[in-house]
């Protein structure tokens, strides 16, 4: 949501206080609406669960850890970025802002190697900043206080199963690697300051409860945390600036990245160690959808608008091997022709499908690409879903702000009773009614009609009730430059190309036809941080 939006709402809540299903859920909203930072937070939701915590931190230049504050990051990010306006040599050249460019600058920073940063975006945060934020690992304090046994082993086994049923030996090897590094590597946020809830949660397509939700909204805390401390290890972050292509020597060396500043000018960065390509994917891109993945050209996408792909392009040129180009992860998002998504389905235990008509069709904690193709295959591939208030009381404030506005624009819809939540929507009032029932019978037998796993599934019966289109939307694409488990960027013959290493969703055939829900930013802090350690052995 956009600053402009947000103060849109919270003048219309004089007129949204005066529906009775509104006002009884969005007076707690309405009383923080105010602007907080260029970013625009609620303000009276506080950053993580401690006030004390927040002062500090804006009472101090830059503190070493705790709550950053969003200005007080822009600032220093201007500052150094006009002071270091003419570097164009540093150890490690990143081009991506998002979760893991700055995951290696943060741990290259700490390694000692100086760094640049290219960010084509105002801010940085790419599509880690508006991701849900849920973050999967084997964590044996958290899900041992809630009595669940994990290993990195059954970890494992389900990455593989989901990411092909036969994988080489170059895939293994990274998906073990991400099985086994993902809790050391949540440590090291926490370590940064990035905090986490003591929940365990089983998120959309996660298949087990091994995901955690961190407290500051969506994925902004761990863009604040890692670029604070890339900053104060000396990292140059440059905004405005797009990386294009890669200087390369005649042997093929990649050497530096050429880049297009705000102002129109290329510029050349060198990079005495190597060279990151960390800008994302293409998912916003709807000419590489339609060259790569024509499936889903006409579908919408929620990403953030800098995720176009050309440096995988660039990579390509440079000799780098490009791979699953065609697998594209989709999740529940705004239909064509809607103003906005709503994300109603993050918790599974919280949220059921429905179709047309009001019924179920699918479990909800199943394959993100199952329930792609199920939804896909419905009459005009559109889906709803249906939370009660307890639902969406348990997500973040910045979901819940999306579901207020939702309403407004008339991309979702609230209701006092389930009657009439259906004829706002169209469905049959008996259908919808029976449809929950029988949904919260099976939570009461342990058995669900659909197969779902419903022990910590929560009954749909507090009043009021949301509902919200769940069309099919792309929300990943996993395809990119092949990698090894050091995030090594692999010619076509799989050998390592000197000097380029690439990470986050620039790096394909990792997660395959079914990504894990909550993988995505392990994914990316797992490898950014791995390609640091990995360009520093390199020399």
Known sequence: MTPLEVQCLSQDFGRLSRRTVLEKAARPLAAGLLLSGPLGLIAGCHRADDTETEKTAADDAFPPSGVIDDEMLAERIAEQAVK??????????????????????????????????LE?????????????????????????????????????????????????????????????????????????????????????GSLFPRTYKPLQPNGEGYIRQLAAAALRTGA?????????????????????????????????????????????????????????????????????????????????????????????????????????????????????????CGRRFAAEDGRRDMLRDKILALPDAMAYALVDDDGFRSYNRLIQREAVLGVESGDAWVAETLSELAGAVGFEPDILEETVQRYNRGIADGRDAFGKHVAQARPIVRSPYWLAPAAMSVHATSGGIFTDENACALDKDGRPIPGLWAAGEAAGGLHGPNQLGGCGLADAFVFGRAAADSILRAG
Request: proline fraction near 5%; glycine fraction near 12%; hydrophobic fraction near 45%.
């Open 84 to 117: 270091n306006d003419r570097l164009r040599t540093a150890d490690l050249v990143i081009a991506g802002g998002g979760g893991a460019g700055l995951a290696a600058a943060a741990r290259a920073g700490e390694l000692g190697m100086t760094v640049i940063l």
């Open 120 to 204: 084509k975006m105002p801010e940085l945060g790419g599509n880690t900043r508006i991701a849900s934020g849920y973050y999967a690992a084997v964590d044996p304090l958290r899900q041992g206080a809630a009595g669940i046994t994990d290993s990195p082993e059954e970890f494992l086994a389900l990455l593989a199963e989901n990411a092909s049923p036969g994988l080489d030996p170059v895939r293994w090897a990274r998906l073990r690697r991400l099985a086994n590094d993902a809790l050391p590597v949540m440590r090291w946020l926490e370590g940064l300051g990035v905090r986490f809830s003591n929940d365990v949660l089983e998120i959309s």
């Open 236 to 356: 140059v972050i440059r905004t405005h600036t797009a990386a294009e292509s890669l200087v390369t020597s005649p042997k093929g060396r990649v050497l530096g990245v050429r880049a297009r500043t705000r102002d129109g000018r290329t510029i050349e960065i060198h990079a005495n160690r190597g060279v990151l390509v960390a800008s994302g994917g293409f998912a916003a891109s709807r000419d590489m959808i339609a060259r790569f993945a024509p499936r889903y050209a006409d579908l919408t996408h929620d990403n953030a608008p800098g995720i176009t792909g050309e440096m995988l392009l660039a990579a390509a040129r440079a000799g780098a091997q490009l791979v699953d180009m065609d697998e594209v992860q989709c999740q529940p998002g705004c239909p064509p022709g809607g103003t906005r998504r709503v994300r109603f389905h993050n918790d599974v235990n919280r949220f059921i499908f429905l179709d047309r």
